[in-house]
């Protein structure tokens, strides 16, 4: 077992390493100026956009609509207009509101070309609805190939339902790791020692300091999906969609399918956030919070968030909150390669799209062309931003266009680095690839169909109670066993006995 995932990781770092390659081969060509398209899909595609009758693609993803909005979306719509004839309808739902405007979206069948979708945000459950496309034969097609020429082998493969994908991953970091992103300049400023963080534990007497010297700020941000019990703090492989109860842990190497109420750490962070929370130190509105964590860290009176990291996470979140040279990271877990970063990251063609085709070239350019990419990601040259080679400095207005989005569209290796980032940003990604324990499950992604109706069920149970139980809000040794009860109830039983019988075949057949 041991020597099997040695060598998957060499072979993961590889292709990684090759994608690198790829990706920067496919960048060249665009440094001379806007419009210039990298990975060689300029010809084809502006030669097929003169053939394509006007289309409208509509796409929805979790984010604050900016101030610029319109004005990048004329550039944006100019530029599509050229490339695949298209304009598009960007419709950004507030992250605290995105899972129940997505699913009412989807259950009413509302036209939609491209959905943001990720294994921890309904991916399995929403393609047993029938809301995605299979994109098998897309991906064959002239309109994906520069995804599949570019994107990582491992992604594709590890994102696969039932052998099916229905999403395509953003080209970004192949491992994952827990932490913390705080505000080093308060830290420097009231002498605070932050070496020695390694658990959560570690945080109380930080937090305390900071509620005792700065009364206004909130010492830790939490928020429902960024809490201690999150899948990437917790390291819970949820083999596929983290709706659906049934783990394994990504960092150990034990392959029975459990709830997470019978590892010791789930009950042992939620006490945890219970206690920060009845000591003041976590908001008081973190259940029903709709910020997201980066607008809540741009609001200045935020000192710390729990993140899922990167290497140069913090100098990238502190870019787009007009904090630079004001944030550090740390590292709280051990790297993992699981499921959950092959599928952390997606965008779904629709099963109500009108022009599946068109919404892959779409999809495609954000993969293959810099240009395109780094004007949806970060706006307007001259405007937004100003450029030297590959880096990139802020102008005045950055904020008013500032999606803090890059990691969820296309081809991270094709982003322009800030001049507050490490030039070497994407030599850093590979290496932090290199070494990261794999989870047993990696590649494996539970199919819900055969238990959809109990998923449903455990899905609404779990809505109830999550985030109130995961931010400390409720009394776990109260709530705790209800939530149990309830889950039970759903039919977690079938749930846990069918996703250890697809993970038992998968692991006999690999």
């Known amino acids: 077992m041991k020597t099997s995932k040695k060598s998957m990781i060499l072979m993961l770092a590889l292709v990684f390493a090759m994608s690198l390659v790829l990706a920067a081969c496919g960048g060249s060509n665009s440094n001379s100026g806007t419009g210039s398209t990298g990975g060689g899909s300029e010809s084809s595609e502006g030669a097929a956009g003169s053939d394509l009758a006007p289309y409208e693609l509509k796409m929805t993803y979790p984010g604050v609509k900016q101030k610029d909005h319109d004005k990048v979306m004329a550039e944006i719509n100019k530029y599509l207009k050229e490339k695949i004839n298209a304009t598009l309808d960007l419709q950004p739902i507030e992250w605290g509101q995105w899972d129940q405007k997505v699913n009412l979206m989807i259950a009413s069948r509302e ?29 064959e097609t002239e309109a994906g190939q520069g995804i599949v020429e570019i994107l990582d082998p ?58 005792e010297a700065k009364p206004e700020m909130i010492p830790l941000f939490m928020r429902d999906g960024e809490t201690f019990n999150v899948h990437y703090f917790a390291q819970y492989d949820f083999l596929g969609d983290a709706n ?4 394994v842990l990504k960092d150990l190497d034990d392959t029975v399918v459990k709830p997470r109420f019978e590892f010791d750490r789930y009950k042992e962070n939620l006490d945890i956030a219970r206690d920060f929370f ?37 100098e990238e979140m502190a870019a787009v909150t007009n904090l630079s040279g004001k944030l550090a990271q740390i590292p709280m877990t051990d790297r993992t390669i699981a499921t959950s970063e092959t599928a952390g990251s997606m965008l779904a063609i629709s099963s109500t799209s009108e022009d599946p085709e068109r919404a892959m070239m779409f999809i495609n350019l954000l993969h293959t062309d810099q240009y395109f990419n780094n004007l949806f990601n970060f706006g307007i040259e001259g405007d937004h931003f100003t450029r030297d080679g590959e880096i990139i400095t802020p102008t005045e207005n950055q904020t008013a266009y500032s999606p803090g989005g890059a990691w969820m569209f296309g081809n991270q290796f094709l982003n322009y680095v800030w001049d507050s980032e490490d030039p070497q940003k994407w030599e850093q990604f590979k290496e932090f690839n290199e070494g990261a324990k794999v989870s047993p499950g990696l590649g494996f992604t539970f199919d819900a169909e055969p238990v959809k109706t109990q998923v449903a069920a455990a899905v609404n149970v779990r809505k109830e109670y999550d985030a109130a139980l995961d931010t400390g809000a409720v009394d776990p040794d109260e709530v705790l066993p209800k939530y149990i009860e309830k889950l039970k109830a759903a039919g977690l039983d079938d749930i846990i006995a069918e996703k250890q019988r697809q993970f038992d075949e998968f692991l006999a057949n690999k």
């Open 111 to 139: 036209p939609m070309d491209i959905y943001f979708t990720a294994q921890w945000s309904g991916y399995a459950v929403n393609v047993s609805k029938g809301a995605f496309l299979d994109l098998a034969e897309l991906l």
């Open 154 to 211: 491992a992604y594709l493969e590890g994102s696969k339902i039932n052998g099916k994908n229905y999403g395509v991953p953003t080209n970004k970091e192949i491992a994952g790791q827990g932490g913390i992103i705080y505000r080093s300049d308060i830290a420097e400023e009231l002498g605070l020692d932050m070496s020695n963080i390694q658990t959560p534990a570690d945080l109380k007497p930080i937090l305390q300091a900071v509620k």
């Open 244 to 247: 659906i109860p049934g783990v």
């Open 278 to 314: 009845l000591a003041g130190l976590i908001n008081q509105d973190a259940t029903t919070t709709t910020l997201s964590t980066q607008d809540a860290m741009q609001a200045g009176n935020v000192f710390m968030t729990i993140q899922p990291l990167k290497p140069g996470k913090a």
